[in-house]
């Protein structure tokens, strides 16, 4: 316990650097899912193709094979950033595709009537993507979205194999230099982790409930 | 469903769509030759370091590497279904001293990177195999994942079938097996499969904790290959990675395509059948985000 407490700062400094790997990686992929997710709705063909074959490859593919790409691989195309870049790309990249999914189911759960109201007025297909469906798919959108964020949370772990310095790297690292209280340091790990995804799956069920009474 | 996004289109609309459709394309055209430039400006376009690719001994390898994950992933599958299992029951089960400690562990154990559940079992047992930690590690979460996916299944059933099965006798876990989850697995099925899909693409993480599958694989051969001499004494160099790293990604998505595959196929199957089993959204099908 007391090694805990003593190396408590290192710790937080890991929790730190997850949590902006979480909120940047979160932006670019919400907005990169997003872009995805229209263009896999939209009446252009090869544009539809693009974001299919980007979430069927994706999505198949390990996040750790993205990171080893990243990390080790890029360099080789003469493409090299720092360790913590390469995080941000990896985790954005990998989790675009499953928003991107979020997205597409939640325009498919808007009522048809919807659709057909907008075009029979005669907005275009972005002005009623963007005024007429989005905004309703929102509301089917967030609960999902909210999962897979923590379970971005959950994925910046696979940064430490990669060279950064995050939560679990802190614990990891502690634990090598203090074997004996290794399990301390994994415990408080573990506590911090909980700290955002047990709020944050909990406030995704609640808003998941409001939103199936509300339909 | 998307066509009703946007009117069949006129005259008008189709020549913008054909424009659309050319200037897209352009675009991923640009993409690709943006790769190409990319690939020839560092010489690996037409360069020899390709030939590692008909070496037989790295496919070999890399067929050891694939055995590897698919071995852990099939022992961390079965052991996540049954402990899926367990902790369904003892969550369902009336006494609130079963009940809770399996929500318990189901919420904790869901909430943990899968990297640090594999890390655990190494400090609780030093002389742990990597193999073994991997499999725990799989095991708890992925079973922790499987408790809430069957039962959302069971939930979804209509309660007569726990009645009937109370009714003609059965104990309540005798009911659970026989009558409540065959028909939850049946309605889970697709979601089942694609967990599947999520615990083989964590195994890569196996790279991290030193078990030697198909990614460790791909860095081994480049180590070995970067400094072999080949017959006619030309050495790959470093940039062999690359060519290694294209066949391992292929093997990954290839075999997670496979299984992906299956599972839409089950829930097109399972569509067609009943239409009426409920459709469980957000709670199960974002987990298969982790991974």
Known sequence: ????????????????????????????????????????????????????????????????????????????????????????????????????????SGINSVSTGQAEAARAIGMTFSQSISTVILPQAMRSIIPPLINIFVA???????????FVTELFASGRDLNLRHPSDGLWFLGGVAFFYLLITIPAGIAASQLERKVAIAR | MTSVLYDVPGPRARRRNLIGSILGALVILGLL?????????????????????????????????????????ALAAVLAVLLGAVLTALRLSPSRWLSWPAAVFTEIFRGLPVLLLMYFPFVIWTDVSPFTGVVIGLTLYNGCIIAEILRSGVAALPSGQREAGLAVGLTPVATLRAIEFPQAVRIMLPTLVSQIVVLLKDTSLGYIV????????????????????????????????FPIFIAGAAIYIAVNMTISQVASWLARRGNKKAAAAPRRTADVEANTAGG
């Open chain 1, 152 to 162: 971005l949370t959950k994925n910046t772990s696979v940064a430490a194999g990669f």
């Open chain 2, 33 to 73: 030759w943006l790769g190409y430039k990319r690939l020839d400006d560092n010489g690996l376009i037409g360069s020899h370091v390709w030939e590692v690719l008909t070496v037989p001994d790295l496919w070999e390898a890399l067929g050891r590497g694939l055995l590897a994950t698919l071995k852990a992933a």
């Open chain 2, 210 to 241: 030193t078990y030697e599958e198909l990614l460790s694989t791909v860095r081994n051969m480049r180590n070995y290959y970067s400094a072999q001499v080949t017959d006619n004494f030309e050495i790959y160099g470093s940039q062999v990675l």
């Open chain 1, 1 to 104: 316990m007391d090694a805990l407490v003593d190396n408590l700062d290192l710790i937080l400094k890991g929790f730190w650097t997850t949590i902006q790997l979480t909120v940047v990686a979160s932006i670019a992929a919400l907005l990169l899912g997003t872009v995805l997710g229209t263009m896999r709705v939209s009446p252009i063909p090869p544009l539809r193709w693009l974001g299919a074959a980007y979430v069927e490859i994706v999505r198949n593919t390990p996040l750790t094979l993205v990171f080893f790409f990243m990390v080790f691989v890029a360099p080789q195309v003469d493409i090299v950033v720092e360790f913590k870049t390469s995080a941000y790309v990896a985790l954005s990249v990998y989790t675009a595709a499953f928003v991107c999914e979020a997205v597409r």
